[in-house]
C-alpha cells in the first residue's frame, strides 16, 4: 500500500483515544489510581467553562489537561537515585506546597529512602548544598521531553506550552524559573488546580480539597481560577465516579476523525521513544524492537496485517514501566520476590493501557505476550504452545534479542554474537519458537539456520493466510470474499494444506495451525 494510502485508510483510532492511554500510564507513573488524570480532565472543562473559554481555548484545556503531567514518569532513575521509590515519592507529594522550606523539608524525609543510614546522609547533604538544583534539573528536563512528544503526536504549540509548564508556579518559583503570573498558559493554571482537587476530593472529600488549593492561592496556583473553583464547588466533582474514559471522550471539544494507518504509525512511534526514557537503559529498545519484530514477520511471510500489528505491539510493548519504580528497574542486583512481581506487572499495565477502542486492544493485547514462552514458563497470563500466535513468538523472540544487545543495571550488553548464541539456547531450551528465532537473527543479520518461512510442511504465504481464516471457522466463501478470490480457488488452496499438513479436515488443520502459530491476531469481521 502506498505512502498516500495509508495516511488516507482509517486505523479506526483517534488521536485523543492515544492521549487517554497515555493518561492511563501518568497515572501509574504518578502511584495514583487508574483515571486519575481522565478525572482532573473533567473538572478542567468545567473549570475552562466557568472561565468563559471558547472552543478552541477549551480544545486546548481538553489536551494539556490529559497529558499535564505524562513527563512525570520519565527519567525516573534519577529520581529513584536520590527519593528511593519514585511512584510513592510522586504519590505523596500532593501534601506539599512545593517551594521554599516545605518543599526542601519533604525532599529531606525522602532522602535515600530504603538505602543505608550513611547514604541517606549523603543524599540529604547533596540536596542541602545545591538548593535542589537537581531536582529542578530534573522537572525541566520531564516539561522539554513531554513537549517534544507533543510535537510529534502533531499537537499544538499551544498544547505543548501548556504541557511544558506543568512544573511552573503562579508565583514564579516554578519550571521554568521565573515565569509567573498571566505568563502562563492558561490552560497549565486550570489543569495543575484540577490536578490537585480531583486528589484531595478522592482523598479527603471535597471541602478539603477547596481549603488546600485556597490556601495555595496566590502562591502555587492562580487566584483567578481558584475564585471560579470556590463559586459552587459541588457542581465541579458532581459524577466523577462514572466512567471517566467515556466521559472525557464525549467531552471532547474538536470531534477528531480517526488517524490513518501510516499517522497512527507515527504516533505510536513517538510513544514508544518517549516511554522508553523511563530508564536511560532502555532508549532506543521500543524502535529497535519494532524494527527486529517488523522484519522477521516479513521474511517469515506472515499476512501484511500480522506484521503491521507485531510492529506497533513492539512499539508499546514496555509503556507498563510506567508503573515500575525507578528503583527497581535500575537495581544492579538480584530482584527480590516483591521487586520481580512488580517488574512482571508491566506487561498487565500495557494491556490496561491500551484497552480501547477495539483496534488498540489488540495492539496491547499482543505487546502484553512479549515475555510468555513457548514452554508456558513466562508471564503474566503464563500461556505457552499452541496458545501463542506467530506475531506472538516473534515479539518475545526480537524483544529478547534486542533487549540482551543493550546494557542493564546487573550487566554489560552482550555482543551480537553472544545476544544470537544466548537466544539460540533459549530456543534449544524450549522457551523460544525456532522459526521466530531465525527469523529475528536473520533480521539482525545473522545467518538462518534454517528455513524460515513462517509455515510448516512448505505451505506459501497465502496458504498459511488462509489457514489461519479457517482455523477461525471461516467457511470458504466468507475466506474468498475476504481475500478477494474466487472460493473456487480457495478450495483449492484447503485442499493444498490438508495434503501439506497430514489431516483430511477443518478441526485437524485447526489443531496444526495453532501448533505453528499460524492463527492470525487480527480480527474476523463478516458484518
Not at 500500500?1 to 500510564?25: D, I, K, N, P, Q
Given at each position: 500500500?502506498?505512502?498516500?494510502?495509508?495516511?488516507?485508510?482509517?486505523?479506526?483510532?483517534?488521536?485523543?483515544?492515544?492521549?487517554?492511554?497515555?493518561?492511563?500510564?501518568?497515572?501509574?507513573?504518578?502511584?495514583?489510581?487508574?483515571?486519575?488524570?481522565?478525572?482532573?480532565?473533567?473538572i478542567s472543562m468545567r473549570l475552562g467553562s466557568?472561565?468563559?473559554?471558547?472552543?478552541?481555548?477549551?480544545?486546548?484545556?481538553?489536551?494539556?489537561?490529559?497529558?499535564?503531567?505524562?513527563?512525570?514518569?520519565?527519567?525516573?532513575?534519577?529520581?529513584?537515585?536520590?527519593?528511593?521509590?519514585?511512584?510513592?515519592?510522586?504519590?505523596?507529594?500532593?501534601?506539599?506546597?512545593?517551594?521554599?522550606?516545605?518543599?526542601?523539608?519533604?525532599?529531606?524525609?525522602?532522602?535515600?529512602?530504603?538505602?543505608?543510614?550513611?547514604?541517606?546522609?549523603?543524599?540529604?547533604?547533596?540536596?542541602?548544598?545545591?538548593?535542589?538544583?537537581?531536582?529542578?534539573?530534573?522537572?525541566?528536563?520531564?516539561?522539554?521531553?513531554?513537549?517534544?512528544?507533543?510535537?510529534?503526536?502533531?499537537?499544538?504549540?499551544?498544547?505543548?506550552?501548556?504541557?511544558?509548564?506543568?512544573?511552573?508556579?503562579?508565583?514564579?518559583?516554578?519550571?521554568?524559573?521565573?515565569?509567573?503570573?498571566?505568563?502562563?498558559?492558561?490552560?497549565?493554571?486550570?489543569?495543575?488546580?484540577?490536578?490537585?482537587?480531583?486528589?484531595?476530593?478522592?482523598?479527603?472529600?471535597?471541602?478539603?480539597?477547596?481549603?488546600?488549593?485556597?490556601?495555595?492561592?496566590?502562591?502555587?496556583?492562580?487566584?483567578?481560577?481558584?475564585?471560579?473553583?470556590?463559586?459552587?464547588?459541588?457542581?465541579?466533582?458532581?459524577?466523577?465516579?462514572?466512567?471517566?474514559?467515556?466521559?472525557?471522550l464525549d467531552a471532547e471539544p474538536s470531534g477528531?476523525?480517526?488517524?490513518?494507518?501510516?499517522?497512527?504509525?507515527?504516533?505510536?512511534?513517538?510513544?514508544?521513544?518517549?516511554?522508553?526514557?523511563?530508564?536511560?537503559?532502555?532508549?532506543?529498545?521500543?524502535?529497535?524492537?519494532?524494527?527486529?519484530?517488523?522484519?522477521?514477520?516479513?521474511?517469515?511471510?506472515?499476512?501484511?496485517?500480522?506484521?503491521?500489528?507485531?510492529?506497533?505491539?513492539?512499539?508499546?510493548?514496555?509503556?507498563?514501566?510506567?508503573?515500575?519504580?525507578?528503583?527497581?528497574?535500575?537495581?544492579?542486583?538480584?530482584?527480590?520476590?516483591?521487586?520481580?512481581?512488580?517488574?512482571?506487572?508491566?506487561?498487565?499495565?500495557?494491556?490496561?493501557?491500551?484497552?480501547?477502542?477495539?483496534?488498540?486492544?489488540?495492539?496491547?493485547?499482543?505487546?502484553?505476550?512479549?515475555?510468555?514462552?513457548?514452554?508456558?514458563?513466562?508471564?503474566?497470563?503464563?500461556?505457552?504452545?499452541?496458545?501463542?500466535?506467530?506475531?506472538?513468538?516473534?515479539?518475545?523472540?526480537?524483544?529478547?534479542?534486542?533487549?540482551?544487545?543493550?546494557?542493564?543495571?546487573?550487566?554489560?550488553?552482550?555482543?551480537?554474537?553472544?545476544?544470537?548464541?544466548?537466544?539460540?539456547?533459549?530456543?534449544?531450551?524450549?522457551?523460544?519458537?525456532?522459526?521466530?528465532?531465525?527469523?529475528?537473527?536473520?533480521?539482525?543479520?545473522?545467518?538462518?539456520?534454517?528455513?524460515?518461512?513462517?509455515?510448516?510442511?512448505?505451505?506459501?504465504?497465502?496458504?498459511?493466510?488462509?489457514?489461519?481464516?479457517?482455523?477461525?471457522?471461516?467457511?470458504?466463501?466468507?475466506?474468498?470474499?475476504?481475500?478477494?478470490?474466487?472460493?473456487?480457488?480457495?478450495?483449492?488452496?484447503?485442499?493444498?494444506?490438508?495434503?501439506?499438513?497430514?489431516?483430511?479436515?477443518?478441526?485437524?488443520?485447526?489443531?496444526?495451525?495453532?501448533?505453528?502459530?499460524?492463527?492470525?491476531?487480527?480480527?474476523?469481521?463478516?458484518?
Open positions: 500500500m502506498s505512502r498516500y494510502l495509508r495516511r488516507m485508510t482509517s486505523s479506526g483510532v483517534t488521536l485523543t483515544e492515544l492521549l487517554v492511554s497515555l493518561s492511563l500510564a501518568t497515572d501509574l507513573g504518578l502511584g495514583q489510581p487508574s483515571e486519575h488524570m481522565l478525572r482532573s480532565a473533567r466557568r472561565l468563559g473559554l471558547d472552543t478552541p481555548g477549551l480544545a486546548t484545556l481538553y489536551d494539556v489537561s490529559i497529558l499535564t503531567y505524562v513527563g512525570c514518569p520519565v527519567y525516573g532513575n534519577e529520581a529513584a537515585l536520590m527519593f528511593g521509590d519514585d511512584i510513592d515519592f510522586r504519590a505523596n507529594i500532593y501534601d506539599v506546597d512545593l517551594a521554599g522550606l516545605p518543599a526542601m523539608m519533604y525532599m529531606l524525609r525522602r532522602a535515600g529512602s530504603g538505602t543505608s543510614a550513611f547514604n541517606r546522609a549523603r543524599r540529604a547533604a547533596a540536596l542541602m548544598a545545591t538548593g535542589g538544583r537537581g531536582v529542578v534539573e530534573q522537572m525541566a528536563d520531564h516539561c522539554s521531553a513531554a513537549g517534544v512528544l507533543a510535537q510529534r503526536l502533531g499537537l499544538s504549540d499551544e498544547v505543548r506550552a501548556g504541557v511544558e509548564q506543568s512544573y511552573a508556579r503562579w508565583d514564579g518559583n516554578g519550571v521554568p524559573k521565573g515565569l509567573a503570573g498571566d505568563e502562563l498558559a492558561l490552560s497549565a493554571r486550570v489543569s495543575q488546580v484540577a490536578d490537585a482537587c480531583e486528589v484531595f476530593a478522592r482523598t479527603a472529600g471535597v471541602e478539603q480539597a477547596i481549603d488546600v488549593v485556597t490556601a495555595r492561592s496566590g502562591t502555587h496556583f492562580d487566584p483567578e481560577v481558584v475564585a471560579a473553583l470556590r463559586h459552587d464547588p459541588a457542581a465541579l466533582f458532581e459524577g466523577l465516579d462514572e466512567d471517566a474514559v467515556d466521559e472525557v477528531r476523525p480517526p488517524l490513518g494507518e501510516a499517522e497512527l504509525d507515527l504516533a505510536l512511534e513517538a510513544i514508544g521513544d518517549f516511554c522508553d526514557l523511563r530508564c536511560p537503559y532502555f532508549v532506543g529498545h521500543a524502535s529497535g524492537t519494532a524494527e527486529l519484530a517488523l522484519a522477521a514477520a516479513e521474511s517469515m511471510h506472515l499476512p501484511a496485517d500480522d506484521a503491521t500489528i507485531t510492529r506497533r505491539a513492539a512499539l508499546i510493548h514496555d509503556v507498563g514501566r510506567f508503573g515500575v519504580s525507578g528503583s527497581v528497574l535500575n537495581k544492579n542486583g538480584p530482584l527480590t520476590a516483591r521487586e520481580q512481581e512488580r517488574m512482571r506487572m508491566h506487561v498487565y499495565y500495557v494491556e490496561r493501557i491500551f484497552s480501547r477502542p477495539e483496534p488498540l486492544r489488540r495492539i496491547g493485547l499482543l505487546a502484553s505476550t512479549h515475555h510468555e514462552r513457548m514452554d508456558g514458563s513466562g508471564y503474566h497470563r503464563g500461556v505457552g504452545g499452541a496458545m501463542l500466535s506467530a506475531p506472538a513468538r516473534v515479539l518475545a523472540a526480537a524483544d529478547a534479542y534486542h533487549a540482551m544487545t543493550q546494557p542493564r543495571p546487573h550487566r554489560e550488553a552482550l555482543s551480537q554474537a553472544e545476544a544470537a548464541r544466548q537466544l539460540r539456547l533459549e530456543t534449544r531450551a524450549g522457551r523460544m519458537d525456532p522459526v521466530a528465532t531465525d527469523a529475528v537473527l536473520a533480521a539482525a543479520g545473522h545467518a538462518a539456520r534454517r528455513s524460515i518461512s513462517g509455515a510448516p510442511s512448505g505451505l506459501t504465504s497465502r496458504e498459511c493466510e488462509i489457514l489461519g481464516l479457517l482455523s477461525r471457522g471461516l467457511a470458504n466463501k466468507s475466506i474468498a470474499r475476504r481475500l478477494q478470490i474466487s472460493p473456487k480457488t480457495v478450495g483449492n488452496h484447503v485442499e493444498h494444506i490438508y495434503a501439506k499438513l497430514g489431516v483430511s479436515n477443518r478441526a485437524g488443520a485447526a489443531m496444526r495451525a495453532m501448533q505453528y502459530g499460524l492463527v492470525g491476531s487480527t480480527p474476523i469481521d463478516e458484518s
